[in-house]
């Protein structure tokens, strides 16, 4: 299968832990959007598989270990932006191994679900707040 040119596929995760708080994390100064808030993720590279992609990233850029059977999909993303178009799913975890931590210089923060709209995010993950306020208790 090919994907078109100007479609980005990006994997993001809903962390979540014992106390039901989401874990997000601030776009860095430097990058596109930087200040905004959003979901652990990042680029699926070509030969890996979305879960692939999330054990990864969530490794470089948190620290910790996932089980791809921990990564449970809830919804996806489909977004136009100017120069692409995103396609995002996201999953939910509740269970990984180590500590998270920003090992990329991003700021983090574990949110309650209900205090979710009050971060600023980039227009990709708004929609998906709605599907983790139904989901979550």
């Not at 994907?3 to 832990?17: M, R, S, T, Y």
């Not at 879960?51 to 270990?65: H, Q, S, T, V």
């Not at 995002?88 to 679900?113: D, H, N, S």
Request: charged share 25%; hydrophobic share 45%; with cysteine.
């Amino acid at each position: 299968m090919t994907w078109p040119d100007n479609i980005l596929l990006v994997a993001a995760c809903a962390l979540v832990d014992v106390d039901n708080r989401i874990l997000l994390a601030q776009r860095p100064e430097g990058k596109s959007m930087a200040g905004l808030w959003e979901f652990p993720g990042g680029k699926v590279e070509k030969g890996e598989t979305p879960e692939e992609a999330l054990i990864r990233e969530l490794g470089e850029e948190l620290g910790i270990a996932v089980k791809a059977p921990c990564l449970a999909p809830l919804t996806f993303a489909s977004h136009p932006y100017a120069d692409f178009h995103l396609l995002m799913p996201l999953y939910i975890c509740r269970k990984w191994q180590g500590f998270v931590q920003p090992k990329e210089g991003q700021a983090i923060t574990w949110v309650r679900k209900h205090k979710l709209r009050s971060y600023p995010m980039p227009p990709a993950d708004e929609p998906l707040i709605a599907h983790l306020l139904d989901t979550l208790p």
